[in-house]
Nanobody
Framework: EVQLVESGGGLVQAGGSLRLSCAASGFTFDDYAIGWFRQAPGKEREGVSCISSSDGSTYYADSVKGRFTISSDNAKNTVYLQMNSLKPEDTAVYYC???????????????????WGQGTQVTVSS
């Protein structure tokens, strides 16, 4: 059974940092990519970042470039999202999801992703 479990969310002041984790199980980790998405109240789910486990290629949304870093520990089947310089507009529920290797602009939409975690809340206070 494919499972994705997020952790690491919480409440932080603007300018602070958090590290989210996505622990994957039930599939061959190296064959897939893991993407991070977020959804704020009343807004659509949006892509934040993606990493292909096979070659480590990474992609970021413009809104988080230079502040967020995605990484993968293939030995632990875990993907991390290090979030620095957090802003109130980063407040959302963050989800990780599985897809074929991410490339180009296709990673940003939800369609390639077939399994999703339950989400973890990130709240950034001003």
């Amino acid at each position: 059974e494919v499972q994705l479990v997020e952790s690491g969310g919480g409440l932080v002041q603007a300018g602070g940092s958090l590290r989210l984790s996505c622990a994957a199980s039930g599939f061959t980790f190296d064959d897939y990519a893991i993407g991070w998405f977020r959804q704020a109240p009343g807004k659509e789910r949006e892509g934040v970042s993606c990493i292909s486990s096979s070659d480590g290629s990474t992609y970021y949304a413009d809104s988080v470039k230079g502040r967020f870093t995605i990484s993968s520990d293939n030995a632990k089947n875990t993907v991390y999202l290090q979030m620095n310089s957090l802003k109130p507009e980063d407040t959302a529920v963050y989800y990780c999801a599985r897809s074929p290797p991410c490339y180009g602009s296709s990673w940003y939409g939800v369609d390639p992703y077939d399994y999703w975690g339950q989400g973890t809340q990130v709240t950034v206070s001003s």
